[in-house]
C-alpha cells in the first residue's frame, strides 16, 4: 500500500510539474480595442500610430520592449512594454509618425518582445504590418 501511495504521489508531481513548465507568455501586437482583429490600422488621426499588446498566454510577461519600424525611413523606435498579466491587454503610448512617412500613405511594423525578454509559448506571432491612409 505504502509503494502505491509513492507511486501515486509521484505521478501527480510529475503531471504538476509538467503543467507548470508549460506556462508561458504570448505577446501579440493588435489593432486598438473596437477595431476588427483583421483589421491593419493602428492609426490615431493620422498623427500618431497606436498599438495594443495582449498577453494571450497562460502566465504573466515581465516588462519587454516593442520595436516600430516606419516605411520609407525604417528607423526603429523602441517603445518600453510594461508586464502584461496572462490573457490582459495594453495599450502602448501614441508613437508620433515621423514626417516624410506619407507617400501617399504611411507603412510600418511592430515587433513585441523584440528585444527576447520574455519566455513565450510562440514567437512567431510577435510581428504585424500597419499602414496610416494619407
Do not use: W
Not at 504570448?26 to 489593432?31: F, G, I, Q, S
Not at 502566465?59 to 516600430?68: E, G, I, K, Q, R
Not at 525578454?117 to 504590418?129: L, P, R
Amino acid at each position: 500500500m505504502r509503494n502505491q501511495a509513492k507511486t501515486l504521489l509521484n505521478f501527480f508531481a510529475f503531471i504538476g510539474a509538467m503543467t507548470l513548465s508549460g506556462c508561458s507568455a504570448d505577446l501579440v501586437a493588435v489593432p486598438p480595442a473596437g477595431l476588427p482583429d483583421n483589421t491593419t490600422s493602428f492609426c490615431r488621426d493620422n498623427n500618431a500610430a497606436v498599438v495594443t499588446v495582449k498577453n494571450g498566454g497562460d502566465a504573466n510577461a515581465p516588462p519587454s520592449v516593442t520595436t516600430v519600424k516606419f516605411f520609407p525611413q525604417g528607423v526603429p523606435i523602441d517603445v518600453a512594454t510594461p508586464a502584461i498579466d496572462a490573457g490582459s491587454f495594453v495599450d502602448l503610448v501614441p508613437i508620433p509618425i515621423p514626417a516624410g512617412c506619407f507617400d501617399p500613405d504611411c507603412d510600418f511594423s511592430f515587433a513585441v518582445d523584440s528585444h527576447n525578454q520574455v519566455k513565450e509559448y510562440k514567437e512567431d506571432n510577435n510581428t504585424a504590418q500597419g499602414i496610416c491612409i494619407g
